[in-house]
């Protein structure tokens, strides 16, 4: 591909996505899941909510099946091979904020996880459809890989939301969607799509690294504690596809430019619970 950089080894990349995927599967996900369970089971002792089960590891299912109906892909690409633009994300609307709390900061988490999921949908169609020139394999992996963590994490927050006897989040994040759309549809290489998925996942991270003081059970403090590291491994991931140092950047400004690694990752972009919400 013309943005395939000198620095840029698919042996390297190959090799940070395993460890990527290791991680999230030994470590994370085991403990995302025991917090999630926690949690729910909080709803229980409360009276409110659903039965106890579900807090199976069944409940996982209910946010990744609800991501696939929560908007068009992005990644329906139009016949100009100047564009992958055609059939964009329908930006949605606020819910009716009913949802407070901690329950809020969760569906505002699961529309940005839902973002996540159809940004790296899009640019895999986009790749397939020849859109983006080469694109090397290891870029597709750990595209498809990060997808599948977005996936994980909407899926925990959902199961939580759903066992309050609220619905399942399956629209993408409100404020951000116009955003997302606007700029997928100027993409035309690899280069260009890793700005943007950086973008996503900065905000992520951010939000996150902004909720955890905000949120009042431990156990959801737990759940958004074990996402958080792995949004930053998606940003580092990133940074090295786009040979630039992890952490260099504080805003949306100045989020492609050199410099020297901040001591504290900024929480500029974080996005506050009433994206989702309305609140």
């Not at 395993?18 to 917090?35: E, G, I, N, T």
């Amino acid at each position: 591909m013309s943005t395939h950089n000198d620095h840029l080894s698919d042996v390297e990349l190959g090799a940070m996505t395993d460890q990527l995927d290791q991680m999230h599967r030994d470590q994370a996900l085991p403990a995302m899941h025991a917090a999630v369970t926690e949690w729910i089971e909080s709803f229980k002792e409360a009276g409110q909510g659903v039965s106890r089960k579900i807090s199976s590891r069944r409940t996982f299912l209910l946010g990744t099946a609800g991501v696939g109906a929560g908007g068009v892909l992005l990644a329906a690409c139009g016949s100009s091979s100047k564009s992958t633009s055609a059939t964009t994300i329908p930006t949605p609307t606020t819910a009716s904020g009913s949802l407070t709390g901690d329950l809020a900061v969760a569906a505002t988490a699961t529309s940005l996880e839902n973002l996540g999921i159809y940004a790296y949908k899009a640019g895999l169609a986009a790749a397939t459809a020849g859109k983006l020139g080469k694109v090397p394999p290891a870029v597709a992996t750990f595209a498809e890989t990060a997808m599948k963590q977005h996936q994980d994490h909407a899926a925990a927050w959902n199961s939580a939301l759903t066992a309050a006897g609220k619905a399942a989040v399956t629209a993408t994040d409100p404020a951000l969607t116009p955003t997302v759309n606007q700029k997928f549809s100027q993409v035309t290489n690899v280069t260009e799509l890793a700005q943007l998925a950086l973008l996503i996942e900065n905000i992520a991270a951010q939000t996150y690294q902004s909720a955890i003081p905000a949120l009042s059970a431990s156990s959801s403090i737990a759940v958004a504690a074990t996402i958080h590291p792995v949004e930053m491994q998606h940003a580092a991931i990133l940074y090295y596809v786009l040979g630039q140092y992890p952490g260099i950047q504080g805003s949306q400004a100045n989020m492609f430019s050199s410099g020297s690694p901040l001591a504290f990752n900024p929480t500029a972009l974080a996005r506050p619970a009433g994206d989702y919400t309305g609140s």
